[in-house]
T-cell receptor, first 113, second 117 residues
Framework: DADVTQTPRNRITKTGKRIMLECSQTKGHDRMYWYRQDPGLGLRLIYYSFDVKDINKGEISDGYSVSRQAQAKFSLSLESAIPNQTALYFC????????????FGEGSRLTVL | AQKVTQAQTEISVVEKEDVTLDCVYETRDTTYYLFWYKQPPSGELVFLIRRNSFDEQNEISGRYSWNFQKSTSSFNFTITASQVVDSAVYFCALINAGGTSYGKLTFGQGTILTVHP
C-alpha cells in the first residue's frame, strides 16, 4: 500500500457541486500539503498544515478549504466547483527533520464540467 | 519570496543523445534545499535528488548527473545517453530551511522531455 493515499483518483463533476478530496498517510509525518498541478504552471501550493491545530493558506487558496481531521488525514474541499478548478491535485507529507523532502500521493484528477 | 524557473518548456531528443534540463532559482535564504522530481505519463511524482545549499559538489547517479552552481543560482540536470523511458515531465523545486516559507516546496513550471526511438 502507498504511504500517501488519495481518494478519489479520478472525479468528474458539474459546476456548483461540492467536492472533497481526501488524503491519508501512514508515514507518521506532522506536515501535510495540498498542491494543484496545471499544465505549464508546475505545482502550486493550496494549503498546508504543520500539525493538527495548524492550517495555513498557500498561494492559491481561494475557492478551497481544508480540514485536518487527524495527524494522518488532510482533506481538501471545493465548496462550489468551477471549471477552472479542473486540475491534478496532489497531497504530500514531510518530515522537517529530514531536510524538507516531500512524499507525494498518486494524485487526484478532477474535472469540473 | 522564492522562485524557480525552468526555461525549457519542451525538449525533444533522439534516443542516446545527451540532454540537459536547466533550472534557475531565486531565494533570500542562505540555507535551502533543491530537488528534482520526475513525472512519468502515469502521473505520479518520483523523487530524483535533493541537494542542500552548502553542498556544491556535483552528483552522478547512473545516467543522471546534476550540476549545482550557487554563483549562478542554477541546478541543472543532465541525462546521458537518453532512453525512451526517460520521457516525462521534470520539475525542479526549492524549499527554504527557515523563515516564514519553511516547509513549502516551490516548483518550477516543468520541462516536458520526449525521447524518440
Amino acid at each position: 500500500d502507498a504511504d500517501v493515499t488519495q481518494t478519489p483518483r479520478n472525479r468528474i463533476t458539474k459546476t456548483g457541486k461540492r467536492i472533497m478530496l481526501e488524503c491519508s498517510q501512514t508515514k507518521g509525518h506532522d506536515r501535510m500539503y495540498w498542491y494543484r498541478q496545471d499544465p505549464g504552471l508546475g505545482l502550486r501550493l493550496i494549503y498546508y498544515s504543520f500539525d493538527v491545530k495548524d492550517i495555513n493558506k498557500g498561494e492559491i487558496s481561494d475557492g478551497y478549504s481544508v480540514s485536518r481531521q487527524a495527524q494522518a488525514k488532510f482533506s481538501l474541499s471545493l465548496e462550489s466547483a468551477i471549471p477552472n478548478q479542473t486540475a491534478l491535485y496532489f497531497c504530500a507529507t514531510s518530515d522537517p527533520v529530514v531536510s524538507g523532502e516531500l512524499f507525494f500521493g498518486e494524485g487526484s484528477r478532477l474535472t469540473v464540467l | 519570496a522564492q522562485k524557480v524557473t525552468q526555461a525549457q518548456t519542451e525538449i525533444s531528443v533522439v534516443e542516446k543523445e545527451d540532454v540537459t534540463l536547466d533550472c534557475v532559482y531565486e531565494t533570500r535564504d542562505t540555507t535551502y534545499y533543491l530537488f528534482w522530481y520526475k513525472q512519468p505519463p502515469s502521473g505520479e511524482l518520483v523523487f530524483l535528488i535533493r541537494r542542500n545549499s552548502f553542498d556544491e559538489q556535483n552528483e552522478i547517479s547512473g545516467r543522471y548527473s546534476w550540476n549545482f552552481q550557487k554563483s549562478t543560482s542554477s541546478f541543472n540536470f543532465t541525462i546521458t545517453a537518453s532512453q525512451v523511458v526517460d520521457s516525462a515531465v521534470y520539475f525542479c523545486a526549492l524549499i527554504n530551511a527557515g523563515g516564514t516559507s519553511y516547509g513549502k516546496l516551490t516548483f518550477g513550471q516543468g520541462t516536458i522531455l520526449t525521447v524518440h526511438p
